[in-house]
């Protein structure tokens, strides 16, 4: 409640200011009278039909500007009439068909010149029942939307005022205040008005650029929505919108709502409406209701010097402009200088002198005390100077060499948000001359995408001790995408409050471009490699796709048999072509197997469930296994946790394990020639499979097995294992070959499980 | 009634071969498995066999090379996914009947088990007489049974009485009552008869 007595004082002064302006108008009201009464004693009327009642401060103040801008301006008398309509609480058609018959009784004797009407509700209302009240009046609306605009489908010579609230630019405005924001909440009630927010505010939220972490609360009942906004986190921006009813039906005035709504959020709440502001919202991008009423009043002078209405195009948004609340600003600790440079700030309390003299008067005199001191600190100051030369000369010396070396030097202070930079950094974000490097000029050139990053990772070194590092894009005028690396590192001993911040920036666009070749190359031999063992496999595999086929020829030639007895057995025909989708199935899959470990592409990353992919190998392999006697035992553990990887590279290497290990018994005794395949979930938290073979074991040249080229096959390439362990090694984890120590070789393939990917994030 | 033993560890094409078979009006007996073809297969029942070649554990070429081992004259089928020559040419001197490859039409099929049922047939008549014959010498006394290798050696009773040291009215007797067991007339059908079942000089 301590805003209170500061917002009397505005409400004070704004009456304060009417008396003074009902005192002139009074004069001019004398003086036109005597004019009018003499020229000619016609009197327009205006009636002011208000959708909702006299709750409503929106319309209450667009109302109050129209009746003024009307006194003011126009020539002859004008006589206001005002009416009420309440159609957010009596929303059966009978009230309404009741409140116009009302209307065309009340003012059967007088009728209106021209109709206005205030708020959205009250264009459709006039649009239905205008020839019931007074046929062809014309009629002026406010406080209407385009969308609600284009939906009544107003006749020609109804006119008016839309106004469009401003989401965007409100958010906007919420993320230059907020640019650590993480976090959007959004608030809308329930009526058929809160509902087209609520689907206007989803669209406009899905469309930006920017995604924050976001929640809808909307429609919910109203003892809920104080609750959810209590606990709101202080990281989050809060917009609210419209809350003319909550989710229990119960009626509300939007303003009283967002009042509360600002007492008791946590983070700062803002709103693209006029009548809020004053309420403890910050603010937004804002219509004042005052230039709407007076922009409506212009229409309808302009329709009483007897223009015809038809020939008036509605207007939209007359004065809309960022409006932030001082006092709020100043409650959630928002600076200033984040605001756009057009925004009026209102509340603004008065100057320092006014409030607080006394201890201006202090500080003078402290002031005064250290000029003293600064004398005697001139004397000082010469020795200064001379250290001070020496110290450019070495920052020329520093700043040529970076230059040299490509790289930008850059210094930020987080308090005042000011940017010291080389010029080298100009060529690297590709700045022309005249721009100033300001951080927020560098951000504007880094790539949309890597500017949280970016932002993330210069406050993450602000918290911690240790440099942090991010590459990130960057969109010079050249149109190609060049890579900086920024490196930042905080001066402070206290580190809660690190305010300096030093670091490089230093392109390495043809260290990445070599980064991204060298990983198209890993992948075409991966590729390769795949199609190699695959060529070895031909085969077997083509044994693999005949079965099916034998089984769908044998099975579809019965059913011709069958059918060309006198009454076929149908139920068994049935049965037959129900084998042959199966089959047909069957081969697909091998197909489809096929497919995919021939497919050329970069890595897709998804879950993996290792034994799937196990038992999906062993069948692939199949036939060569009959084929070489080889049998396998899969001993594959339960519930094992899942993995992060792309399927097709993970089967490779798995295929490769198999096949080295096939390869590995040629000489074995065909009734010892046995795989035994385990996973497990390794103490680690890692899976692990491993791949057990009976054959000769492994040489002593261990560690050459993983290098390129190196084969102890007769017809082997040398690449498998370094293919494979390239591929494991990009998924974290490592592959290892060990002899066993009742014969043969073993394969341990470990993968970090999912779960410890997610914790290491 | 004419029984195909189909033996496939492929459990698809095990149902598919079954099916069309069957409704040719063959009996089925399938195996996904060689050992439990041997464990379960009767040798009485008239068929033949369907292999596929390349099992698990033990081959089809290896099967069949079981059942000959075994004295079990059942005709053989080949059908494999890979047709290669060295196999085949394995397969038919061992004594199949067609080496065919998957997937294999019904008529080529179907043309296959004939053949094997007349293969069949033909030898389960041979089988037949020589049991026949094989009962009947059972039947002989030692005597008897002495005396027909020497008639089949062609010795004349004079010679036959002398090697076995006795006269040769006992062997007319001793003769006559072989001849008449074996239920031949001539020394000529004698002779035919001992050469079937593998008596001979």
Redesign the interface.
Known sequence: MGDMPTSHHYFACVAQRARRTCGILLLIFAFAWIGSSRADERQERVLMLHAFNYTFPATTLIGDAARKRLVDRSRGRVEIDADFLDLNRASDPEHEVRTAAFLREKYSNHPPDVIMTLGSAALPFIVKHRDAIAPNTPVVFTGVSQANYSSSQPPPDMTGIITEFNLEKTLILAERLQPNARRLVLIAGNSPTDRLWQERARRIVENRERKLETAYLFGLPYDVLVSKVAKIPYDAIVVVLTVFVDGVGEPHVPMEVARTVAQLSPAPVYAPYDTYLGNGVVGGYIETFESVGSAAADLMLEIIAGKDPATLQPKTNPGQTYRVDFRAMRRWNLRESDLPSDTIILFRESSLWEQHHELVLVALSAFALQTLFVGALLIQQRRRKRAEALLKESEERMTFTAAFMNIGLWQFDRQTGKLWATEHCRALFGLGPDVPLTRETILSKIHPEDQVNAIASVQEASKNDHSAITDVRVTRSDDKVHWVRIRARSHSDNRDAASQMSGIFADITEQKAAEAEAALQRQEVAHLMRVSVLGELS?AI??EI??????????A??AL??LTQNSPDLGEVRD?LQ?IV??DN?AGEVVHRLRSLLKKGERKFEVVNINDLIKSTIALLN?E???R?V?VKAELANALPSTWGDPIQLQQVLLNLFMNAMDAMGSTPMMQRRVVVFSRAAQTGAVEVLVKDHGSGISAEQDRLFEAFYSTKNHGLGLGLTVCSTIVEAHGGNITLTNDAAGGAVATLSLPAQEMLIAAQ | MFTVFIVD??A??L???S??L???GYDIQSYTSPQEFLAQHDSALPGCALLDV???GLDGLELQRTLTAEGIHRPVIFIT??GDIPTSVRAMRGGAIDFLT?????KNLLGAIARAEEEDTKSRQIHAELAAIQAKITALTPREREVLTHVVAGRLNKQIAGDLGTVEKTIKVHRSRMMEKLGVRTVADLVRMAQKVGISR
């Open positions: 085969g083509a044994h005949n079965q099916p086929l034998t089984a769908i020829l044998s099975n030639q019965a048999y069958l037959v084998d199966d089959e069957r036939s296994l009959i084929s006697r049998n | 560890d492929d698809g094409v149902r598919g071969l099916r069309l069957r409704t040719r390349s099992m698990p996914g890979k998957k997937p294999v039409s019904d």
